[in-house]
C-alpha cells in the first residue's frame, strides 16, 4: 500500500521540525497511540490499540528516523506486532519545504505492510484503514503545529455504523 500527499502548514519550517522530533506531539497525534518513549537519535518504543474491521489488537514495536536532513527531511520507520492478528510495518519519507506565500509544505509518501489475520481482510480494507491512518496523523499534526491544543488519541473505528466512512476530526 502506498500513498503520496502534501500538506501546507501554517508554520514556519523549524516549528514543524521540531514538532516531527517530539515524541509528545507523535504520540497526541498517532491514532490509537497509548505509549510513545525515547528520543529522535535512539528511536522510539510505541503501543498502539487499534480496530482493523472485525480484527482488534494492540501492536507493539519500533520506530526509527533515518536518512535524516535537519529542518528538511527524514524516514520514519515503524514495525508492530500485534500477537495473534499479525503485524504492521511500514515507512513514511517526510519532507519540508517553503510554501508559496509562507507556512511550510509537508509532503509524504507512506509505505506500509501488514501480515497475519490483517492480511486476510483484503487490500481493499486495509488500504482504506492506512489512508484513514495517514489522514488522521496529519491532520492531527497540522492542529497542532497551527496552534489548536484539542489533540485526541482516540483509536480509529472501523465503518460498522454504515456511514461514509469518513473519521470526524474533534476540534
Known amino acids: 500500500m502506498e500513498m503520496h500527499a502534501t500538506r501546507t502548514l501554517n508554520a514556519d519550517r523549524a516549528t514543524v ?9 507523535l504520540k497526541a497525534c498517532i491514532p490509537g497511540c497509548e505509549e510513545l518513549t525515547g528520543s529522535p537519535d535512539e528511536g522510539f518504543e510505541a503501543v498502539v490499540k487499534q480496530k482493523v474491521g472485525p480484527v482488534k489488537a494492540t501492536f507493539k514495536g519500533a520506530v526509527t528516523l533515518s536518512d535524516v536532513v535537519p529542518g528538511t527531511s527524514y524516514r520514519i520507520a515503524g514495525e508492530g506486532k500485534g500477537g495473534v492478528a499479525g503485524f504492521a510495518k511500514g515507512h513514511a519519507d517526510v519532507r ?63 465503518d460498522d455504523s454504515g456511514d461514509s466512512g469518513d473519521v470526524d476530526a474533534k476540534d
Not at 17 to 25: R, T
Open 17 to 25: 521540525w521540531e514538532a516531527l522530533n517530539d515524541a509528545d506531539v
Open 96 to 158: 519540508l519545504a517553503d510554501a508559496d506565500g509562507g507556512g511550510t509544505d509537508l509532503s509524504y509518501d507512506v509505505d506500509a505492510k501488514v501480515g497475519g489475520k490483517l492480511a486476510q481482510l483484503g487490500s481493499r480494507l486495509i488500504d482504506s484503514f492506512a489512508r484513514k491512518m495517514a489522514d488522521q496523523f496529519f491532520e492531527r499534526f497540522q492542529a497542532h503545529v497551527e496552534g489548536a491544543q484539542d489533540v485526541t488519541r482516540e483509536p480509529l473505528e472501523d
